[in-house]
């Protein structure tokens, strides 16, 4: 499992490098953020949730179902819509709202 970042959308804002908890997000020279080591990545999307630019997409590979999805993050106010973009190009959107995600 891994992330990708776009650089091309980054705006260093710094949230995911704080947000990463295996401390794997750095700046690069052209200061923008990049996975220093992708394999260590342990896939809590923590950066993911953090990211305000939709600069940051995880991999969901064939052996977690995903046969080769990216998924990215997309804020509106306390909903946050999980956008999960399939190889055949027909998107799912699914939507949470951050005041009630974690009532169990």
């Not at 305000?52 to 046969?67: N, P, V």
């Not at 956008?83 to 709202?97: K, N």
Request: proline share 6%.
């Amino acid at each position: 499992m891994s992330i990708l970042i776009q650089t091309d959308k980054c705006r260093n804002c710094g949230r995911c490098i704080e947000a990463c908890p295996g401390n794997l997000i750095q700046v690069n020279p052209q200061g923008k953020v990049w996975l220093r080591h992708p394999e260590e990545c342990w896939g809590c999307t923590s950066c993911l949730k953090e990211c305000q630019f939709e600069a940051i997409y995880f991999y969901l590979g064939a052996d977690i179902g995903g046969r080769g999805s990216l998924m990215h993050t997309r804020r509106e106010g306390d909903l946050c819509h999980w956008i999960v973009e399939p190889p055949d190009g027909r998107p799912v959107v699914i939507t949470v709202d951050r005041r009630s995600a974690n009532k169990y």
